[in-house]
């Protein structure tokens, strides 16, 4: 799977998929609904573009491709035929391409980056030297200072390197947890933008995962493998948590990482692992069919019998009964879903 992904980056329509990402991040950086949908549409159609063998060379074959409607296929067409996208020009005006800077960096989403252009604030600088008032997190000071860094995706050896020699450290701590690397890694990709690693443990002896990621960190951080934190866990006592950071290779020059911690209930592990793998286009086309069977999937598991408030439907007035949680099998089986890969894992 290895290869499919390399060939992928250089497949025959590598240009148009440029084009139309670009497109895809202007809209991301603009309000609203509408464009939500938009840049949903865009990446299926850059997905189908990167896994298509031939070069697309007429507007029948742009829309035969998964995911590409008539006005997509007539982008792609028009990429095709003069090497650009008009498109993109209306759609980057100053205060998108602004907002786009602002919302790189970590946990900065539209609103704020809305907020920052409004009180004046241009450049990443700006941001930095309080322009028009505005403050920052800390979170958000280290999102600056590694810009560049938590933007670039890393090869997929970086990410497996950090990942064995991470590994071992937690075992050491406690040789029964079960640690795993899943996210776009487990999935095969070339490059990943961060990497996700699942902490569990059986607790047929007594003991649990409960506490481990606060020794794992202390450790991690003594060796100077994790170098900031951007999201720390409510409480890394929990037999639940996330933690959100920074990470390098011990090697002079090494750059900063993405790294993301969760620690899982054992029979949870499963539904952990599906969500975890993704990709998000996957998980939300797994949720879709679950729905449609009248169950509900999450991180947790997958359930029958969810009651959701018709006021809040983030609520939940029954919670429902588990149906599967502990292997991403057994999820698959009861969704009536063949199993798939995680290489497969991509719609
Ligand atoms: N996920 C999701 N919906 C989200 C965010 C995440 O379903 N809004 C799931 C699917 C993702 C997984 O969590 O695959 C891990 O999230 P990442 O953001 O780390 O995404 P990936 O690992 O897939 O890609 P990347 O290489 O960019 O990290
Ligand atoms: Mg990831
Ligand atoms: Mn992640």
Redesign the pocket.
Known sequence: CDNKEVQRKNGPNEFIAKKLEELMELHKAKPGPDNHWRALGYQKAVRALRNHPTKIASINQAKKLRGVAEKTALKIMEIVNTGDLQRIKWENTEDVGVRKTFQGIYGVGQSTAYKWYAAGCRTLDDLKAGVGGVELTPAQKIGIEFYDDIND?MPREEAGALFELIKPIALALDPKIEIQI????R?G?A????I?IMITRCPDDGKTQAGILHHLLKELRKRKIITEDLALPENPFDDESIYRGLCRLPQPGSRRRRI?FLVVPYKSRGAALL??????IF?RAMRYKANKLKYSLNQKGLYEGVVRDVQDRTKKTNKGNLLASETEEEIFRILDVPYQEPHERVR
Not at 191 to 194: A, K, L, M, Q, S
């Open positions: 995706r899943m996210g776009s890694y999935r990709k490059d990943c933008g961060d996700d993301d969500y975890y793998t993704g990709d998000d998980n």
